[in-house]
């Protein structure tokens, strides 16, 4: 008698307790299929901005161009625009998913300030970018020489600058590092002078060297007329007389003409049959000296 009550209590128990189980494992259904569609609906969201984003700088640059802007202020505007609304995004998405944007952007701030402190450099290098683009010391594709670094200026970006160096190597600068030291320009300018030397021997008439170099130099291609080359005794060693060879050209041409210029030097001197210069030093014998 007792068990069969015992029974009679004990399965309404039971289904009580499977039918929490069923409410539990349809609600973690529920909950798995809603994010599962809010993730997808996130990673759409993602896709998509990143596509606008990128449609919307793009477009952004071509109208700048149009109104003849500079690259360098148009590079360094996108970069900044990309960055903002790549964050704009991840709010958005954050509040995709139901998470307190305000929350959100105040923790950023406060995470900014942090990050801020901690890393003075960073936004030292982001104030020079800004100061790069305002003063314009150089522009994109000129050829610079900053910071230790030379070569030509690939981008001016929010934190720092891309160099090519000579030999092709791509270099990153901080912004704050080329804003506070020396540029040098070399695009600046229209044209540059070639700095060489030529080499002569004591017995080696200087003035009919001098004027070869002058009367030849005219003919190496990209040699400007004006400012007229410049060859003239620079200075004196154990070998003899120093001849400054400097010729002008456009800043493109550099390399072509301080390259043609030291073989027109060695083809010169070679025809006039010069001697090859020679240090000569005078030794005494101790009792010459002594005497």
Request: neutral net charge; aromatic residues 10%.
């Amino acid at each position: 008698m007792l068990t069969r009550c015992f029974w009679l209590v004990q399965l309404p128990v039971d289904e009580i307790q499977v039918e929490r189980v069923n409410v539990f494992l349809q609600t973690v259904r529920e909950q798995t299929a809603n994010f599962g569609f809010k993730l997808v609906g996130a990673i759409l969201l993602w896709i998509i901005g990143q596509w606008l984003i990128k449609k919307g700088i793009k477009l952004l640059s071509r109208l700048l161009k149009r109104q003849n802007i500079d690259i360098t202020l148009i590079a360094y505007l996108t970069n900044f625009l990309i960055v903002s609304l790549k964050i704009i995004l991840i709010v958005a998405i954050l509040g995709y998913f139901g998470i307190e944007t305000t929350s959100f952007a105040a923790l950023l701030a406060a995470a900014g300030i942090a990050i801020g402190a901690a890393w003075g450099g960073l936004l030292a290098n982001f104030a020079a970018g800004g100061f790069l683009v305002l003063f314009t010391p150089f522009a994109v594709g000129d050829f610079i020489s900053a910071a230790g670094v030379t070569g030509a200026v690939e981008e001016i970006g929010l934190f720092v600058t891309t160099i090519n160096t000579l030999d092709n190597v791509r270099t990153i600068v901080g912004n704050n590092k080329i804003f506070g030291d020396n540029i040098q320009n070399y695009s600046a300018n229209p044209y540059r002078r070639v700095d060489l030397v030529a080499q002569l021997s004591h017995s080696t008439n200087h003035q009919e060297a001098i004027a070869l170099l002058k009367q030849k130099l005219s003919t190496i291609a990209n040699v400007m007329e004006e400012p007229v080359p410049t060859v003239e005794i620079l200075e004196f060693n154990l070998a003899g007389p120093v001849l400054a060879v400097r010729p002008y050209c456009n800043n493109e041409y550099y390399w072509q003409v301080y390259f043609d210029t030291n073989k027109l030097i060695q083809e010169t001197f070679g025809e006039a049959g010069y001697p090859v210069p020679e240090q000569h030093y005078v030794v005494r014998g101790l009792d010459k000296v002594n005497s």
